[in-house]
């Protein structure tokens, strides 16, 4: 193929995705277009003419264009439709796919996972073995071993994968599974099924999770979240890699989640103010979904914890609890520095495997989280823990990092309780500020400033009331609030007044 054709083969993505509504420009259909040779953008089409020559119409090429346009317009347009256009744009000449088998004898093509680097390197050496050196194509995961070749910058993606002979091994990862990389694996876990799939090749994940006894359910969730209704490409999800290097099938892949563990929250309230208590409970007490917020203005390893596990207490009408993995630490043992109560609490790897487990209260870092991640769920209460003590600020920190959803997001939030820790003349004294969204509506703020005023105006305690209070008593000094305080403007505001009296 050169790039005329290609040109060529734009103009027809663009004629087919207009009669859907979807208007495409010219440039953006060229860019469309370049997924077919594995590149980027049509600037990249240009620059590597070599790519474009070597481009083939099949099965992998027109499922990497689908992938594109469902990213980039949010459009489901079937590979097999795109394949069926484009071979027709070119007379039908798509070309055949080699009937060449590497290592005929061994396991059926399809993916297969594991979570053992271990498992990998005695795969690698298997095959080896078998295939008398047969090359592999790798990413990380077995970068390290002689005989692989690097997929390079475009993994999976890479254009010369559908060239290959059938039944080649493809290693990929370590895949990790959290939230924060959730849809980003979700979507390698397809491109790997793809290959496997179409191409028929043998494709060894390796995955990183907080939860390896569920690791098929979860792949198993995550490529049908990813394809939607075409999840017929489960089918190849055929079996894991064994500690011996074997790739084992594994009949059902999918043998369901376990039922979710329910665990009795001890009734130990000290970590919230006795005065924000009561209304604290009552506000819960009703409450089966939404975002419930606490902070303090302290910050540790994990700031406001014993607040969020006070909160298991007055939350257990709800539902099974559990934790979500936000981010993998670079020391994953900080993961259970954590109080007890929530330490027992099973720690999945995304909201969406918590969810179809059957858990329907979710403890999180809200300071981690995509703000749109939490959307969506009616019948889900989150728990969330951050930094800060105002709670316009707690509440703006969870907003700002959603993108057009965020007067969905304020209209979620059930209660915020931030914390300004101080150290006083006779040991730890807090202030408390505390919103209750109760149980009227609350119109949607139409800028940051509005916000800032609806939150402060619905507050059933507030903190510069009672660190007036404290300050008025001796129990603090104000040495030990400057040596306190935080980044707020609200805070500055309110040193500022108490100076100029």
Known sequence: MDISQLKLLAGRVRDLLQQSSCLVGHSQALDLIAALPGLRDWPEVVAFPERVAVCEVNTTSSSRL???????????VGSKQLLELLANARGGASAPRSLLQVWPSGPMSGVYVTTSQLAINALLQSYEDATDGGLVYAEQAASEWEGSIDLGEYGLWSSGIDRLPSG????????????????????????????????????????????????????????????????????VLRGVVSEDGELQAREPFVRGYPKPVVIQAPADMDAIPKLALEPLRRELSTCKSGMVLFAASKITEHTAYEQLSAALALTEQVGPAARIMLRHRGTPAKDWMVPDPIKQLPFLPSIESAYAQGYRRMLIDSHYLDGDAWLGYEDVLFIGATYGHDVSDVARQLLVRGSSHDTEAFQKIVAVLGLLQIEGENGPAVASDLFLRGGEEIGAPADWDELDGLLRSRRVICWEDELSSLLNSGEVTMGGVEAARSRSSHMTEFLARIEST
Not at 67 to 76: A, N, Q
Not at 176 to 199: F, K, T
């Open 66 to 76: 689908a992938y594109r346009i469902k990213k980039k317009f949010s459009l489901e």
């Open 168 to 235: 080649t091994l493809l290693v990929v990862g370590p895949v990790r599974l959290d939230q924060s990389a959730w849809n980003d694996s979700a979507g390698r876990l397809e491109m790997a099924c793809l290959h496997a799939l179409n191409s028929e090749h043998r494709v060894a994940v390796l995955i990183d999770t907080p939860t390896p006894d569920r690791l098929c359910e979860d792949v198993d969730l995550m490529v049908r979240s990813a394809r939607g209704a075409e999840s017929d490409i489960c089918s």
